[in-house]
């Protein structure tokens, strides 16, 4: 009963487990899901990426003394959340006390792998997917505009469960960059648009991207798993740069 009440709590909030949500994925395929019906993978990658090392902390400072409701209340109190305590609660119940606790060591802060691990999201260790194009809209703009990468790849078998990588060579070499869940897809070609904005964050509290006008190179990376991984089911799929401008307007 509380598996099934956990479930609805997540069909209502949707993906309001801090998913990064730059990346938006559209093509002639589809996502593949672990279960019919049933997508857990988001929620659960955005459950590991908030949660992991929480969960972690709290296995290994021996706070675990009991089953699954005592670790997710314990998470709860840690974390101020009780979303977290709810999906906490499904996943560990879906593969019992002593498996959750081993996935979460093993997997090694890795979210992807912690979830394939659980079963919550696809895996495809034949798939393959080729980066067709890259570009960069506008390809020229200001400090504190808008812009966005968009990356065609296509994939003759699918892939699994990965992400797309984003580093950005900056004119003042400072460094740049972001990940994104890329959701397991049948065979087809698809478009990933991320959006991004070109203005300082966080320069208050030490050195930051300053948006310098210049040729900026961004390299996007398309990978099976985490991008750079080295556990299982992990590799590189394709790679691509692209160029931009930074123009003097606005300074």
Do not use: R
């Amino acid at each position: 009963m509380k598996a099934i009440a956990a479930f609805l709590l997540i069909l209502m909030v949707g993906n309001s487990v801090a998913l990064s949500n730059h990346a938006i994925v559209k093509g002639s395929g589809k996502a593949v899901e672990s279960k019919p019906g049933l997508d857990l993978c988001p929620t659960c990658i955005g459950f590991a990426n908030d949660f992991i090392n929480d969960l972690l902390n709290i296995i290994l400072n021996g706070g675990v003394v009991g089953g699954c409701s005592d670790l997710c209340q314990l998470l709860e109190e840690k974390t101020g959340s009780q979303l977290a305590d709810v999906v906490c609660n499904l996943l560990c119940d879906y593969v019992g006390i002593e498996e959750f606790i081993k996935i979460i060591q093993e997997s090694d802060l890795d979210p992807i792998y912690y979830c394939e691990l659980l079963h919550a999201c696809p895996i495809n260790d034949n798939g393959d997917a080729t980066i067709v194009s890259v570009q960069v809209v506008p390809p020229t703009f200001h400090k504190g505009a808008k812009f966005a990468i968009e990356t065609l790849f296509t994939s003759q078998a699918g892939t699994g469960t990965g992400e797309i990588d984003i580093q950005v060579i900056t004119v003042d070499g400072f460094p740049y960059g972001y990940d994104d869940l890329v959701q397991a897809v049948s065979p087809g070609a698809y478009n990933i648009t991320i959006s991004d904005q070109a203005t300082p964050s966080g320069c208050d509290q030490g050195p930051c991207e300053e948006w310098l006008p210049g040729n900026y190179t961004v390299v996007v990376t398309l990978c099976d798993g985490e991008c750079f991984s080295k556990h299982p089911h992990s590799q590189i799929y394709s790679t691509m740069n692209a160029t931009f401008v930074v123009e003097k307007k606005g300074f």
